[in-house]
Structures are given as structure tokens and as C-alpha cells.
T-cell receptor
Framework: ELKVEQNPLFLSMQEGKNYTIYCNYS?????LYWYRQDPGKSLESLFVLLSNGAVKQEGRLMASLDTKARLSTLHITAAVHDLSATYFC?????????????FGKGTLLTVNP | DTGVSQNPRHKITKRGQNVTFRCDPI?????LYWYRQTLGQGPEFLTYFQNEAQLEKSRLLSDRFSAERPKGSFSTLEIQRTEQGDSAMYLC??????????????FGPGTRLTVT
């Protein structure tokens, strides 16, 4: 059974600082997703990573994938308050007759002025 | 708006009552998923439809839960005899049938259930 672990679970940063969120998954995965969730809201897709070495960037966020290490990272550059949210990684893998998304517990990011 | 929609957005019910939620997927999507998200956790898979066929159910889906997707369009998730542990956000997602299940899932806004 695929398990996804994120760390840290809580992250408090100052504006302007850099930090990385880590996502480990336990078995082979076909896709790796990063989502953002604001309080009481649904999931907003940020990135989908398809293959080893994939790197995607959008604004101050950059995601990468190392399939050999079963590790994805979400790097935050020069954080701003608007990035405060919960970030989830999710791995897509075949389980039974279907591909399933398995989510990590999420990282609650708070960016302080 | 052509995204996934869910109704109601919020539901407060007393323990023991039955509740039903509705999900309208993106119109051309033939795959539909239900997830449950409890406070401080990531979403957990509940069940999956391809067209009108329910192809998989998680062990999280107890006998009190039932989901349908008549005619392969909208879906309903019913919880009978609700318990306080059922309090959660129920998320629906849909995806296209291309690439055999690898297509990206698009999430609706969710229905937040509170059981008192």
C-alpha cells in the first residue's frame, strides 16, 4: 500500500526567507502532485510531476521529483504572506483496478511579516 | 462555470439523521471520485465511478455510506445514521477517461458536514 509522508507538518517562516517541504512516498508512483488548500476551501492544483528529474516553477514555488529516491520537494523562495496555506503532495499509483491518489498529511505554512 | 460543483456546501445534522450530498462533475469527464478529509489530514479516497459503474470502494466506506452515479452524470453520496465521526469535508473530483486513469483529477469545493 502506497504511503506518503510530508515534512515538516508545520512551518512558520518569515517573509523573504527560503524553505523546502519534503514529500516521500513508499512505492513506485506514476505521477506526483502538489496542491494548495486555503482554510475551508478545496484543493488547488499547483504542479504535476511526471518523470524523474522533473522540475516545475511557478512564481516563488518550485517543485522537483526524484523517482529513484521516491522524493519530491516544494521549494519556496523569498516567501510572502500570500503563500500562507496548507500544501499537500499526492502520489498517483495503480492499486487494484484503478489509479489512486494518496495524499500526505499536509504542511501548514504560515508566513509572518 | 464549467468546474466540478458540489451541493450543499455546508450541512449540519444531528447524530442519527441521514444526509445526501451531490456532485456534478465536469461535463465531459467520465471518472468521478469521492474523498473524505478530516481536520488536519489529507483527503482519503472513498470510492470511484467510471461512467455509472462504481468500480472501487475503500474500506473507509462503511455500510452506512452509499454512492450512486445514475446515467454516468452527477453523483450522490448518502450517509445513513450519521455519527460524530462522520464530521469531515467530503470532496468530489472528476477526470477524463483518457490515459487510462492517469488523467488529472479536478476537485470540487467540497461539502463540509458537521454532526452534532
Amino acid at each position: 500500500e502506497l504511503k506518503v509522508e510530508q515534512n515538516p507538518l508545520f512551518l512558520s517562516m518569515q517573509e523573504g526567507k527560503n524553505y523546502t517541504i519534503y514529500c516521500n512516498y513508499s512505492t513506485t508512483s506514476d505521477r506526483l502532485y502538489w496542491y494548495r488548500q486555503d482554510p475551508g476551501k478545496s484543493l488547488e492544483s499547483l504542479f504535476v510531476l511526471l518523470s524523474n528529474g522533473a522540475v516545475k516553477q511557478e512564481g516563488r514555488l518550485m517543485a522537483s521529483l526524484d523517482t529513484k529516491a521516491r522524493l519530491s520537494t516544494l521549494h519556496i523562495t523569498a516567501a510572502v504572506h500570500d503563500l500562507s496555506a496548507t500544501y499537500f503532495c499526492a502520489a498517483l499509483a495503480r492499486g487494484g483496478s484503478n489509479y489512486k491518489l494518496t495524499f500526505g498529511k499536509g504542511t501548514l505554512l504560515t508566513v509572518n511579516p | 462555470d464549467t468546474g466540478v460543483s458540489q451541493n450543499p456546501r455546508h450541512k449540519i445534522t444531528k447524530r442519527g439523521q441521514n444526509v445526501t450530498f451531490r456532485c456534478d462533475p465536469i461535463s465531459e469527464h467520465n471518472r468521478l471520485y469521492w474523498y473524505r478529509q478530516t481536520l488536519g489530514q489529507g483527503p482519503e479516497f472513498l470510492t470511484y465511478f467510471q461512467n455509472e459503474a462504481q468500480l472501487e470502494k475503500s474500506r473507509l466506506l462503511s455500510d452506512r455510506f452509499s454512492a450512486e452515479r445514475p446515467k454516468g452524470s452527477f453523483s450522490t453520496l448518502e450517509i445513513q445514521r450519521t455519527e460524530q465521526g462522520d464530521s469531515a469535508m467530503y470532496l468530489c473530483a472528476s477526470s477524463s477517461g483518457g490515459t487510462g486513469g492517469l488523467s488529472e483529477q479536478y476537485f470540487g469545493p467540497g461539502t463540509r458536514l458537521t454532526v452534532t
